[in-house]
């Protein structure tokens, strides 16, 4: 199983790994996080000052913020499905394609799309504020770490976010995992309170509400 790449960049890490931070099977996670945090943020970046004095044909800023939000998001989903459609194409390339099951690869996708999505959301709404410049490295240390701290501490993994994209870390593979539905519905949540949020915080802010 580990050497389809599909297995290797989406999965996650496993638990059988026993390193106090398995530095291969970790990087390997990170690499497809850090290429979609600096795609979505060029995109953003390109299209920020555009946005912003787009604001003002509306009549209203949850208006704006709705559209804003909505097409951000659906770029991340773009790239987080262009990027596991990339790696399945280079393991039907290598023949590997053999090594996964239509029900593996159908979990692995949706844990890991659930998870760029809300990883999006977050990006979205914290770009909303004078950190925006350090939103990539802010989103990319917060997988990080958070999976760092779920795997030393074991008794707060399940609520770590760093662990909720991984499927190799969930009930669905092994029976220690996170509760997989739990943490779907979760992810489900996070790009909605985000929503609202940034709603909120520009309401705030223009007055226009």
Same mark, same amino acid.
């Given at each position: 199983m580990s050497e389809s790449m599909f297995i290797r960049l989406f999965a996650g890490v496993?638990?059988?790994? &026993?390193?106090?931070?398995?530095?291969? =099977? &970790?990087?390997?996670?990170?690499?497809?996080?850090?290429?979609?945090?600096l795609t979505v943020g060029i @995109? $953003?970046?390109?299209?920020?000052?555009?946005e912003t004095f787009?604001? *003002?044909?509306?009549? !209203?800023?949850?208006?704006?913020w709705k559209r804003h939000f909505v097409k951000r998001v659906i770029f991340g989903i773009k790239i987080a499905v262009l990027?596991?459609?990339?790696v399945l194409t280079c393991d039907i390339v290598m023949g590997k394609l053999m090594l996964l099951s239509a029900e593996?690869?159908?979990?692995?996708?949706?844990?890991?799309?659930l998870h760029s999505i809300s990883m999006a959301a977050f990006f979205v709404l914290l770009d909303l504020f004078p950190i925006r410049r350090f $939103? =990539?490295?802010?989103?990319?240390?917060l997988e990080g770490v958070t999976f760092i701290i779920g795997s030393r501490i074991c008794a707060v993994s399940h609520v770590m976010y760093g662990m909720w994209?991984? *499927?190799?870390?969930?009930?669905?593979?092994?029976?220690?995992? &996170?509760?997989?539905?739990?943490?779907? $519905?979760?992810?489900?949540a996070l790009p909605a309170a985000g929503f609202v949020i940034g !709603?909120? @915080?520009?309401?705030?802010?223009?007055? @226009?509400?």
């Open positions: 496993s638990s059988d790994n &026993f390193d106090a931070i398995p530095l291969i =099977p &970790f990087g390997q996670w990170l690499l497809p996080i850090g290429i979609f945090l @995109y $953003v970046e390109r299209n920020r000052k555009v787009s604001l *003002y044909r509306y009549e !209203r800023a949850s208006d704006w990027l596991l459609l990339i593996l690869l159908a979990k692995i996708s949706v844990l890991w799309l $939103v =990539p490295g802010v989103l990319f240390l994209g991984m *499927y190799l870390r969930s009930s669905l593979f092994e029976a220690g995992g &996170f509760p997989a539905g739990v943490i779907m $519905v979760a992810e489900v !709603r909120e @915080y520009l309401k705030k802010e223009t007055d @226009y509400i």
